[in-house]
């Protein structure tokens, strides 16, 4: 603070005290960057992510950005023969989306169309998934980054073995440590179990407060299961209002009803 602006502020609560009674009263010391901070935070309710933890050192120590990051976590993982889901793999599936996502939306794993094209949830059901996403106003490209418990695919759509999903979960660890995601989105029982430590079936996890490592986690049905049975799109639909809802995401996604069965836009198959 300058004492020029000193000098100016005890002249003006001289005014003031002598306009009020006559008399000088006590006042808080000039603090100038007070307005800035509160400028600053005016569109930003939520706390606005620091820089972070360093990112990987790369070569010589030097810094990669986070989708440097994330290309040599999809290096490994194409590479990877960590459990026996390698062997009958076309193309391991690291995940996809923004390196710096709203939401991270998590499945179990890759299915048959995966598989074949090395991208996730590209199938029916992820065509499923896009109509959802949208509701809100995410899409896979911007706002979101879209991953799997396990990135090879268990045959015949099998779950994954619970040592197939020990052996895969560090790369999924070490993907949300990259992209930080406000909030996670997980998709049927699998992800959400192994996410959360818990062992209830998704009918019963969905609609709790749940959270990984700090990040608020809403858990929805899986869309093949939806697509199976119709009759779960309005619990879909209440789920993804929840995540709307989030005081973290407040404001920041698609207004309630941009595509919801309210509005006849239902996220249906
Ligand atoms: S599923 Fe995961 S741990 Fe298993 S081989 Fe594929 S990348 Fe490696």
Redesign the pocket.
């Given at each position: 603070m300058g004492s020029r602006e000193t000098e100016i502020y005890n002249l003006l609560n001289l005014v003031e005290d002598f306009l009020l009674d006559g008399f000088r009263h006590d006042h808080s010391p000039l603090a100038v960057n007070a307005a800035v901070d509160t400028a600053g935070d005016r569109d930003s309710p939520q706390p606005e992510r620091s820089a972070g933890p360093a990112g990987p050192a790369g070569p010589a120590g030097r810094e990669v950005s986070p989708q440097q990051a994330l290309q040599t976590i999809a290096e490994e993982?194409a590479a990877?023969?960590?459990?026996?889901?390698?062997r009958g793999?076309r193309h391991?599936v690291p995940g996809e989306g923004a390196a710096a996502p709203l939401v991270m939306v998590i499945g179990e794993g890759p299915g048959a169309e995966e598989d074949r094209c090395g991208r996730p949830f590209v199938g029916r059901a992820g065509q499923y998934l896009d109509r959802w996403l949208a509701a809100i106003g995410l899409d896979r490209t911007s706002g979101c980054f879209i991953g799997n418990i396990?990135?090879?695919r268990p045959p015949g759509n099998r779950d994954p073995l619970p040592e197939?999903s020990a052996?895969?979960l560090p790369?999924l660890e070490r993907q949300i440590d990259i992209l930080r995601p406000r909030a996670i989105l997980t998709l049927g029982r699998i992800a959400t179990q192994i996410l959360c430590n818990r062992s209830e079936g998704i009918g019963k996890l969905r609609g709790s407060e749940l959270e990984y490592r700090g990040i608020p986690l809403v858990p929805t049905y899986h869309p093949s299961a939806v697509l199976r049975n119709t009759d779960l799109r309005s619990a879909v639909w209440q789920d993804l209002k929840r995540l709307q809802a989030l005081p973290v995401l407040a404001g920041r996604l698609g207004g309630p009803g941009q595509g919801g069965p309210e509005q006849g836009g239902d996220p249906s198959p």
């Open positions: 993982v990877c023969t960590r459990c026996p889901l390698h793999r391991a396990v990135k090879c197939e052996a895969c790369y």
